[in-house]
């Protein structure tokens, strides 16, 4: 069995080990687990619904590029370093998206990942990419901001670095896995 | 910037549209694509609200603060110039095990509580100091255990295997935050040099 098959297996069983575990756990802990859960699941629904503007401007952007047809004529410029990288280029415009916002390139993996299916090569390396990446000037202006300090030093230089980590570091797993 | 890349997206999709005679094509795609985000964001209800009620179970049966002792030799090596049970490193190990849950909202009040305290030992208040980057570094390249979100959004769009991301964002954000932490004690030791 190689690795890639082992990775998959594992996966299968992370939501029934969830499922099993916290509960559990939570019981021997002395938790109201059943009331816990219904009130933490409460959060699900406005956390869902608060997506919806993110969703309608961006997959409303992308439509729009997409169907007058730039959004293939600039895949096709960027194609030479698309192909340098062995990555599809539809990829790319999440490494400019995911520094600056959360809920834009969480809205433009949810496009990639509807046009291209979820379990496509596409699909997974923007689940990956999203999910290792953080939103980083976000994240320093408001951590710096609550505190009065001015001068982030290389605070940003060191998130930028560790952005672009993240995004290979993603895209090199994910190939590795899954292609 | 966010603005200019939405706007950019506008202009020259509606613009080369109208060019190519395609604009009929534009109301169409437009008018599906906003039924899509709607019908997106309330597939998402389900797969969501099923993940942060475990969370919550999980938060509340004192998850964090056992995975905050198991990362506490972290800390050490970390922060050697601070106090290892203190309170700014107390509240940074909370930020760091919530994240490590994917506990986003349970994350943040850690964090800007865990600056409050590292801005209480700061010399000059208008600048960082070292552990904030330090920490910065550690916070914005986040080791996750479970991508909440991500994994919740692959099974609203029918993923087969939603939670098979799990692994690649582990591993990634293992590979990402040893890249962070090694590139902010290089800049700290040019920074130190400089005598800056």
């Given amino acids: 069995m190689n690795v890639a098959e082992l990775v998959n297996d594992a996966a299968r069983w992370v939501l029934p080990a969830f499922l099993v575990g916290l509960p559990l756990y939570g019981y021997l802990r002395g938790v109201d687990v059943y009331g816990e859960f219904v009130d933490g699941a409460q959060e699900g629904f406005w956390t869902a619904i608060k997506t919806i503007p993110f969703m309608v401007a961006i997959l409303t952007a992308m439509a729009v590029f997409r169907s007058s047809g730039s959004l293939a004529a600039l895949l096709n410029l960027a194609a030479p370093l698309s192909r340098l990288l062995h990555l599809p280029s539809d990829i790319l415009p999440l490494v400019i998206l995911r520094p600056l916002s959360g809920s834009a390139s969480f809205a433009y993996t949810a496009d990639l990942m509807r046009s291209f299916g979820p379990d496509s090569l596409i699909g997974r390396l923007g689940s990956a990419v999203q999910g290792s990446t953080d939103t980083t000037f976000f994240v320093l202006t408001v951590y710096f901001g609550s505190v009065g300090v001015k001068n982030a030093r290389y605070a940003p230089a060191v998130g930028i670095i560790g952005d672009v980590a993240g995004f290979v570091a993603a895209c090199l797993v994910t190939t590795f896995l899954f292609s | 910037m966010l603005n200019a890349v939405w706007l950019f997206l506008l202009v020259v ?184």
């Fill in chain 2, 13 to 196: 999709g509606v613009g080369a549209a109208a060019v190519t005679g395609r604009i009929d094509v534009v109301t169409t795609s437009v008018t599906e694509a906003t039924k899509q985000a709607v019908e997106l964001a309330i597939g998402f209800v389900g797969t969501m609200s099923l993940w942060l009620g475990l969370m919550r179970v999980a938060e509340k049966a004192g998850l964090i603060e056992s995975l905050g002792k198991v990362l506490r030799p972290f800390a050490r090596w970390l922060f050697p110039s601070l106090d290892p049970a203190g309170p700014a490193v107390g509240m940074m190990l909370m930020n760091m095990s919530a994240n490590l849950l994917g506990l986003g909202n349970a994350a943040t009040p850690f964090g800007l509580k865990a600056m409050a305290e590292l801005q209480k030992l700061n010399p000059d208040g208008q600048r960082a100091s070292e552990a904030m980057c330090t920490f910065l570094a550690v916070n914005t390249s986040a080791i996750t255990l479970v991508p909440v979100t991500i994994i919740a959004l692959r099974a609203a769009l029918g993923s087969s295997s939603p939670t098979s991301i799990v692994g690649p964002c582990f591993l990634a954000t293992v590979g990402s935050a040893i890249v962070s932490v090694t590139a902010d004690r290089f800049f700290r030791a040019a920074a130190r040099r400089k005598g800056a």
